[in-house]
């Protein structure tokens, strides 16, 4: 069974920084793709930005010079370093990633999310 586990949300200021992490554990056998998806109560999830096993970045364009994503292929951690908030950037983040696990073929499989408030 895979497992995605989010950390690091929480309460920051509008121009604060917050870094958001995501682990993926369990029978995994191989790793694709790797995102941040947002959602705020009553609207679609949206992507934030996504990375390819080799690196490439796409990034959202609300939040494109503030957010950077990167990952660590070893320890199978997606990242999201947050600067330069915004009141808008509230809401909660779920982590996604496309795994190919040893009891199911490639599938798209998401974290239970983390809430990111910015308030002053």
């Known amino acids: 069974q895979v497992q995605l586990v989010e950390s690091g949300g929480g309460l920051a200021q509008p121009g604060g920084s917050l870094r958001l992490s995501c682990a993926a554990s369990?029978?995994?056998?191989?790793?694709?793709?790797m995102g941040w998806y947002r959602q705020v109560p009553g609207e679609q999830r949206d992507v934030v930005a996504t990375?390819?096993?080799?690196?490439?970045?796409n990034y959202a364009d609300s939040v494109k010079g503030r957010f950077t994503i990167s990952r660590d292929n070893a320890k199978n951690t997606v990242y999201l370093q947050m600067n330069s908030l915004k009141l808008e950037d509230t809401a909660v983040y779920y982590c996604?990633?496309?795994?190919?696990?040893?009891?199911?073929?490639?599938?798209?499989?998401w974290g239970h999310g983390t809430q990111v408030t910015v308030s002053s």
């Open positions: 996604y990633s496309y795994i190919w696990s040893l009891t199911s073929p490639w599938r798209d499989y």
């Open positions: 990375i390819s096993t080799a690196g490439t970045t």
């Open positions: 369990g029978s995994i056998f191989s790793i694709n793709a």
